[in-house]
């Protein structure tokens, strides 16, 4: 006569197990299913809640490469014209250092304008600087308060220069510059985290750039992705003139604004022309 446990096991594909082994199996097995169910329960649950998109924020402005702050002096003053509080993030020491460093400057700027009564903040990261932000949203718990991103030419799958620096003198590439390098270990975990679904995120770049290379580096899955080429198709815009192009200085207000993120096409090629004009001349 066959054991009664015969067919249920054999249903399960482990009759040759045994019944007791068949069953501590199945314990096993029923104890990692309850292990990853809660596993994605909380990866589900890590995602940042959006911020309030009618409750604009401080603007925080990260740098490049570097750290130059001039060179978003104009943007700050252009969006300081439409009414917004901007802030100019200083990354710590040269601007060379890990970029992790350079996320906790972010951070510590976001709690800045955040315990000064900011409902939110709203992020452009320029150059190396979106890859602050990218970095500062995937790992800092006060990015829960981002309200909207923007990144304009920043190499977000690395850069061939960076690449170039790495191997041409050992020691001659700081950290920043090893990690910007196709390939590296900060690039990979930043590939595989996903965006927040509920971030809205543009990444802007310009098909002219020969610093960043290629241009697409900053293509990033999950964001509104925009060549200023597609919207201007007559556009010169070099990867220095992003932060004052008056094209892509359009792009980033209206990006910014109370409407709704969507990528911009050659239909608004001239009104967005004229907006970042008319807020380079002081008028909103």
Not at 76 to 104: K, M, N, Y
Not at 158 to 168: C, M, P
């Amino acid at each position: 006569m066959g054991s009664p446990w015969r067919g249920r096991w054999a249903g399960l594909g482990w009759w040759g197990l045994g019944p007791r082994r068949g069953v501590f199996v199945l314990g096993i097995a029923v104890v990692v299913a309850v292990l990853a169910a809660v596993a994605v329960v909380r990866l589900a649950g890590s995602s940042p809640p959006a911020a309030a998109q009618d409750r604009p924020g401080t603007v925080l402005l990260v740098p490049g490469y570097g750290g130059e702050q001039g060179a978003l002096a104009v943007l700050a003053e252009r969006l300081r014209v439409t009414g917004r509080a901007v802030v100019v993030v200083v990354p710590p020491g040269d601007g060379t250092g890990d970029l992790a460093g350079q996320a906790g400057a972010l951070d510590s700027a976001a709690e800045q304008a955040l315990d000064a009564g900011a409902p939110s903040v709203d992020v452009v990261g320029y150059s190396a600087g979106g890859v602050v932000a990218r970095l500062w949203v995937a790992r800092e718990d006060t990015a829960r308060a981002a309200r909207r991103v923007v990144t304009l030419g920043a190499p977000l799958h690395g850069a061939r220069i960076a690449a170039a620096g790495t191997g041409l003198v050992p020691g001659a590439c700081p950290r920043a510059c090893q990690q910007l390098a196709p390939g590296s270990a900060l690039l990979r975990e930043l590939d595989a985290t996903p965006l927040p679904a509920a971030l809205p995120w543009v990444s802007l770049w310009t098909a002219d750039d020969e610093t960043v290379v290629p241009p697409e580096s900053a293509r990033l899955p999950g964001a509104v992705n925009v060549e200023v080429q597609q919207v201007c198709p007559d556009a010169w815009v070099a990867h220095g003139q992003l932060p004052t192009d008056p094209l892509v200085t359009g792009i980033v207000l209206r990006a910014l604004g109370p409407v709704p993120m969507q990528a911009p096409g050659p239909a608004d090629c001239a009104a967005l022309r004229a907006v970042g004009t008319r807020t380079a001349a002081g008028t909103p």
